[in-house]
């Protein structure tokens, strides 16, 4: 197996085994078991746990990003992306929902790099709004859309804890909350 292949193998793995444990519970040895090489050679690939680890959470942000962007592709209107967009992001992280919650609320998340690494993504999504919005981008916008990431990200670690609503109620909780909020860019005062 190529190099490339190797750690990207590696890293599917990791977003598997850090859905199912929390990063402190989850030894290198464990990984390494679990990818069935030895520990040395996990660190052939990646230098420490940590940067594993950060790996893995730069892989799943790309993955939720390019299901997001795929469920928009094709769409017109902004409502219709902004819908599908929060289908497709819902969907995912409803698959991957201990994953998700870990890396939110995990326990390496004061970690500078992994708080970079989850800006970056962060960064992406506010960048995917506002290009779909339809609206010039003013300081006013940009700042509510970051606000609104913040926000969806927010009830969506506590959607999967609780399950007290339909994914189809939090979609439209998360519509309402987009237009309301950007509806406090356009108003006047």
């Known amino acids: ?45 990646f230098p420490s746990k940590r940067a594993y680890y950060l790996a893995c959470v730069e892989a799943a942000g790309e993955e939720l990003l390019e299901v997001t962007r795929a469920a928009i592709a094709g769409h017109t209107s902004p409502l219709e992306r902004l819908h599908a967009g929060l289908t497709a992001y819902l969907g995912y992280i409803e698959q991957r929902g201990d994953a998700f919650t870990s890396l939110l609320r995990g326990g390496v998340s004061a970690d500078s790099s992994l708080g ?56 439209a909780l998360l519509l309402r909350a987009a237009f309301s909020m950007l509806s406090l860019t356009t108003s006047p005062g």
């Open 116 to 171: 970079s690494t989850l800006d970056r993504v962060r960064s992406s999504f506010v960048r995917l709004l506002l290009e779909h919005l339809g609206t010039p981008a003013t300081p006013l916008l940009q700042l509510t859309a970051e606000g609104y990431v913040g926000f969806v990200e927010t009830v969506a670690v506590k959607w999967l804890l609780q399950r007290q609503l339909e994914r189809d109620e939090l979609r």
């Open 1 to 45: 197996m190529a190099l490339a292949e190797r750690r990207a193998s590696l890293v599917r793995l990791g977003l598997t085994l850090f859905g199912n444990s929390s990063y402190e519970a989850l030894s290198i040895d464990a990984i390494a078991a679990a990818a069935g090489i030895s520990k040395g050679l996990l660190y052939h690939y």
